[in-house]
């Protein structure tokens, strides 16, 4: 008699890899896998279309603009009435960002602020941040980059921004925070 157990053994294990590899390859087809590598993409366009436009902002129109060291940016920051100052920079950040192409616009909002370094005579620093612009309060939801831009601001010809200092040159970071809605 030829011992039958051994056939019957190999069968139930040739069966039971074959339901482990089909319902593995189900469970892998009916998932998706997310990486955060797909969001950081749309990040890195936001964010250089971001500072693309402070940039654009911070560069001088014309030569006489050059030679006296203003630009856009500059200007709209110097400006004493901080509702005025807020108009300015919404109006024209929201010009340079919100268009893509010919198309219709984007729903690109943002957050604006500008930080100075103040120095007092006992030797500590502190930081002052002052918001600048808006386009919709931030809620905590949303996905944000940053964008910056460095400005040297001369203060013998406007009214100090961030307080007195000694030096008349004062370096003023302005960060926007971006998100799409």
């Not at 004493?80 to 893509?100: D, M, Q």
């Not at 100090?160 to 008349?168: A, L, N």
Request: with cysteine.
């Amino acid at each position: 008699m030829i011992n039958s157990d051994g056939q019957l053994y190999t069968i139930e294990g040739f069966a039971a890899a074959l339901i482990m590899v089909i319902t593995a390859f189900l469970v892998l087809n009916a998932t998706s896998v997310y990486t955060a590598g797909d969001t950081h993409i749309n990040d890195m366009q936001l964010e250089a279309l971001g500072t693309d436009a402070l940039k654009m902002m911070g560069t001088p129109i014309n030569n006489s603009e050059s030679i006296n060291g203003n630009n856009t940016l500059r200007t709209i920051l110097e400006e004493p009435n901080s509702a005025i100052k807020s108009e300015l920079f919404r109006t024209k950040y929201i010009e340079l960002v919100n268009v893509n192409g010919t198309d219709s616009k984007q729903d690109i909002q943002f957050a604006a602020s500008y930080t100075c370094r103040n120095s007092s005579p006992s030797g500590k620093d502190a930081m002052e941040t002052v918001p600048v612009s808006y386009s919709r309060n931030i809620t905590g939801g949303e996905h944000t980059v940053r964008a910056t831009k460095w400005i040297i601001m001369d203060e013998t010809k406007v009214s100090p921004i961030c307080g007195s200092v000694s030096d008349p040159y004062r370096a003023v970071l302005v960060e926007v925070l971006l998100w799409r809605d």
